[in-house]
């Protein structure tokens, strides 16, 4: 078990009384976590799986303003979005980037009254949007993003420059435009982030993952899940932050409580990696953002030397554990072949696929793009007050944590004294601008002089933990013999030591798909996961009965839900061989 988890249990059964509880471990919740927390607050998280692995640990990778919500007249939506965006560039440049965005147009007019329309309200299924209603959309884009403007600004490409720069896309084009927004190369990593920042400001702040609450007469239960400890505690205010399963986690904590009408309603979006060198040289650091046949709008952009393809958007009834379908990923590849016509494009490329659930506001929309991404925080009587977040994105989670916080703060009648708005998180305290690349290059520089690690070595640890780099590596210099897990990876068995140790680690999961990018980059193989086994189970004080059971465990949930198949994972040994 790591220190931390058992320094958590016995800070709750030391005192057991708490300012607010919070029940979900995903972005939202961690926002709030860590808002709350450097208010001062005595404030618990429970998760009851581990932290951002439910729909936190399943967008689609974009920070981004939401041009799609000018459509539906969302303009308070957007402004925050941008802002959002604007202030993770600068607060997490370790992880967050800009990405310059590409949109093919096959028409010069088409969609200009069914746009207008959704902006004044209407609803239904968009047509497909020619160059006006684009360039309509582009401009009060650059309008919203116009103070104190980061990224630059959209241009529009005639279709011979456009066919000279991307040989590749589909015939018929009019013309192109290029926008700017972000994206996010490890995502689970930053709530984490946000969670040790917030218990290294305020040390009577509790995350406790694989643990559940429940309600008793006065107080309430915290069950560890690994075990059968059980932590009596009281707290003034409860925040609800458990996504997809808000309305269940209401009726379950306090049936008085229950709303008349459902709080959220979810749509499952899947996301496809494929390994395709030629794919990879034709977006040439772009995304390229467009309109499938059915109205929806799809992505394709690079992701850490793969390519990450999207996303469904599909109405679910239950909120449950979902994974991509074989219709999903049919339809992902189809949208793709449509767009890069002369790109070969098949399932064997794909080297992971993902899917959750969007806990979207309950909508009465027929089609699930015209449902809000906004957010609130609906107040609940009972016999501690319940604070439900409703709705959010990956990109607003600081604004709609910030906006659960005051209104707690007001309940318990205390007052804000930090703003989180300018403040960096974890590894992007002291980084280099994410548009900086000469100030990067002479960090991962001062890492290989320093340490006497290679350039490789030095770019995956800039990449993966900022200017924590440094405590990863003089952890790593001090572990005996010291060397990558497989000859050419980047990871090392110190490196993956000092998870286990220093960063909740209780599964094997854990490690291989949220504390490192071994699974969704394709990198994670049979060879592999022996080796993190055997430095788990040491550092973990597993017994042979549970690291087995561990490495089962993560073979069927890869398997299930990710399409990688032990068979798979095998013949990723013969490729490094």
Not at 39 to 56: H, I, K, T
């Amino acid at each position: 078990m790591s220190f931390q988890r058992q320094e958590s249990k016995n800070a709750l059964a030391q005192n057991p009384d708490f300012d607010v509880i919070i029940l979900g471990g995903g972005i939202n919740g961690i926002g709030v976590f860590r808002d709350l927390a450097l208010q001062g607050l005595r404030v618990l998280l429970v998760e009851r799986n581990d932290f951002c692995s439910g729909c936190s640990a399943a967008p689609s990778r974009m920070i981004h303003g939401g041009l799609r919500y000018l459509e539906n007249g969302e303009f308070n939506l957007v402004q925050e979005s941008v802002t959002e965006r604007d202030a993770l560039l600068r607060n997490a440049p370790h992880y967050v980037r800009p990405l310059p965005t590409t949109i093919p147009i096959t028409s010069w007019l088409t969609g200009t009254m069914n746009a207008a329309t959704s902006f004044l309200g209407g609803s239904g299924q968009p047509s497909r949007r020619g160059a006006l209603p684009i360039k309509l959309g582009l401009s009060l884009y650059d309008w919203v993003t116009r103070k104190n403007r980061t990224l630059p600004k959209h241009q529009f490409h005639s279709a011979k420059t456009t066919r000279k720069e991307r040989p590749w896309l589909m015939q018929g084009l009019r013309c192109s435009a290029t926008f700017y927004d972000a994206w996010i190369s490890h995502p689970e990593r930053l709530g984490l982030e946000l969670i040790q920042d917030a218990r290294a400001e305020n040390p009577n702040a509790i995350a406790l993952n694989y643990a559940e609450l429940s309600p008793s007469e006065v107080r309430f239960t915290v069950k560890d899940n690994l075990g059968t400890e059980r932590f009596q505690i009281t707290g003034r205010a409860l925040v609800n932050a458990t996504g997809a399963w808000l309305d269940q986690t209401i009726a379950a904590l306090d049936p008085e409580a229950r709303t008349k009408e459902p709080l959220v309603s979810g749509t499952k979006g899947s996301h496809l990696i494929l390994n395709n060198p030629d794919l990879m040289t034709a977006l040439d650091g772009h995304m390229i953002y467009f309109e499938n046949e059915d109205g929806r709008v799809c992505i394709v952009f690079p992701y850490l030397g793969k390519v990450l393809a999207g996303s469904t958007d599909i109405r679910v009834d239950e909120p449950v554990r979902v994974r991509c379908s074989p219709k999903e990923r049919d339809y992902i590849l189809a949208s793709l072949a449509r767009v890069f016509p002369h790109l070969n494009v098949s399932k064997d490329q794909i080297a992971f696929s993902y899917s959750g659930i969007r806990p979207l506001p309950k909508s009465t929309q027929d089609f699930t793009g015209r449902i809000s991404r906004g957010h609130a925080t609906k107040r609940l009587d009972g016999h501690v007050p319940q604070f439900c977040m409703v709705g959010g994105k990956w990109t607003t989670f600081r604004a709609f944590a910030e906006q659960t916080t005051d209104d707690v703060l007001a309940e318990l009648g205390a007052t804000r004294t930090v703003s989180t708005r300018n403040l960096a998180i974890g590894g992007g305290k002291g980084c280099a601008d994410a548009q900086d690349e000469p100030a990067q290059a002479l960090a991962r520089k001062t890492l290989v002089e320093e340490y006497k690690i290679t350039p490789e070595r030095a770019a995956h640890l800039a990449a993966s933990y900022g200017t924590g780099a440094r405590k990863i590596l003089e952890y790593c210099d001090q572990y005996p013999n010291d060397a990558p897990l497989v000859v050419g990876s980047n990871y090392t068995h110190g490196e993956i030591a000092y998870l286990a140790e220093h960063e909740f680690v209780v599964t094997l999961a854990d490690v291989v798909l949220r504390r490192t990018v071994l699974a969704i980059t394709g990198q994670i193989s049979s060879e592999i996961i022996d080796q993190i086994c055997e430095i788990l189970a040491q550092h973990l004080e597993w017994s042979p009965k549970e690291t087995s059971y561990q490495r089962t465990a993560l073979l069927t949930e890869l398997d299930d839900f990710h399409d990688v198949s032990p068979l798979v994972l095998d013949n990723r040994n013969n490729i490094r061989k």
